[in-house]
């Protein structure tokens, strides 16, 4: 018996194809919310924003069983990974060396993470370039900014107009995944068979992305409420997360942003208009003495409750460990022609 797991709507045909050919020789698995009923598969895997929104939604078909509710988009971000990261980013000189300096000595530096406006949340980008900019000259942050596959081209338009206004690579850097590498294409298209992607994107190119090093170089996040996963991979690495244009979310994308802003991991990105210093001060609000980090540059002016940024950090991996010892009992259970016990059958959360 093999697995067959899929995770994402354009992994679904290949997925229910491969096994329905296989007959009860695979487990089938699949990733994220399927819209199909969970009868095609084995098991289901689900965040807490698709039970809350898409699962409710079903009526009497959300009490289908085979589901599992996870509690963060898998990725393998760790101290490892993004140390790994940011040495072969040096290596290679992907990113500017004057960010490698050390933190101690410089300004600080926001990693800024843009997706692309979807059905769920549409982008502001006139608002978004204003609090950017700024974010670099009122609050005086260096910004590494990381387009995704999404992002629209009048977003990279506008961003590609603020750097031509700055003029300063020690104070901003843009990396795009999409853009082509010259050099690489015009290599052999056999040194391409086995990459995904199209020939010469430098974002299908491993030794030339330089996404993970920009998230450990990071004192901060600012992330478009757009995307799941790169909120996640943000706030993987327990370091503040700011969440761009929530305003602007709807379904699900409001209900995970809303659970992630109560539990205090993420906050609002409004930089001030005159410059901030990011000391702490009592909470006049509080009930006791407790000091509360209430002036923050990058977020509404005001009190904030004290940041909560270890409470879903560094979960990426765990949750793949949790997930397959899950599929493992699970399957040896079916191949042994055993009874799945009831706290791995019956477990959905």
């Not at 990381?146 to 009048?154: G, V």
């Not at 699900?252 to 208009?273: C, E, I, Q, Y």
């Not at 940041?307 to 399957?331: F, H, S, T, V």
Request: glycine fraction near 6%; include cysteine; charge should be positive.
């Amino acid at each position: 018996m093999f697995f067959v797991i899929g995770s994402g709507s354009r992994t679904l045909p290949g997925l229910l194809q491969v096994s329905r050919m296989s007959g009860r020789a695979s487990f089938s698995a699949h990733i994220h919310f399927p819209a199909l009923p969970f009868i095609h598969f084995d098991q289901v895997f689900l965040q807490r924003h698709e039970v809350v929104v898409q699962l409710a939604a079903l009526g009497l078909m959300k009490d289908q069983k085979n589901y599992f509710q996870i509690k963060s988009t898998l990725n393998t971000i760790s101290t490892k990974s993004l140390t790994l990261a940011k040495n072969r980013a040096l290596e290679n000189s992907l990113i500017p060396k004057s960010f490698f300096a050390s933190s101690s000595s410089t300004r600080p530096i926001a990693t800024v993470l843009i997706g692309g406006p979807n059905e769920d949340c549409s982008h502001n980008t006139e608002r978004m370039v204003n609090r950017i900019t700024r974010m670099i000259e009122t609050q005086d942050y260096r910004v590494l900014i990381s387009f995704s596959q999404r992002t629209a081209n009048n977003t990279k338009q506008a961003i590609a107009h603020l750097v031509d206004r700055i003029q300063d690579t020690d104070r901003i850097f843009v990396y795009d995944p999409m853009a082509v590498d010259k050099k690489s294409s015009m290599q052999e298209t056999a040194s391409w068979q086995n990459i995904p992607g199209p020939a010469g994107v430098l974002g299908f190119l491993e030794d030339r992305n330089p996404y993970l090093a920009m998230l450990e170089l990071a004192d901060c996040f600012v992330v478009t409420a757009d995307s799941i996963a790169m909120t996640n991979e943000a706030v993987a690495t327990g370091k503040p997360v700011y969440i761009l244009g929530g305003e602007l979310a709807r379904g699900k994308l409001k209900v995970f942003h809303r659970f992630l802003a109560d539990k205090n991991v993420t906050r609002a990105f409004r930089p001030g208009r005159i410059p901030i210093s990011p000391t702490s001060t009592p909470n006049k609000r509080a009930n006791n003495n407790a000091s509360n980090d209430t002036a923050d540059p990058l977020s509404y002016p005001g009190d904030h409750p004290v940041w909560n940024n270890q409470a879903l950090a560094g979960q990426g991996p765990d949750e793949i460990k949790r997930l397959g010892e899950r599929l493992q009992i699970m399957r040896e259970c079916r191949v042994a022609g055993r009874r799945v016990p009831d706290n791995i059958a019956q477990a959905t959360s």
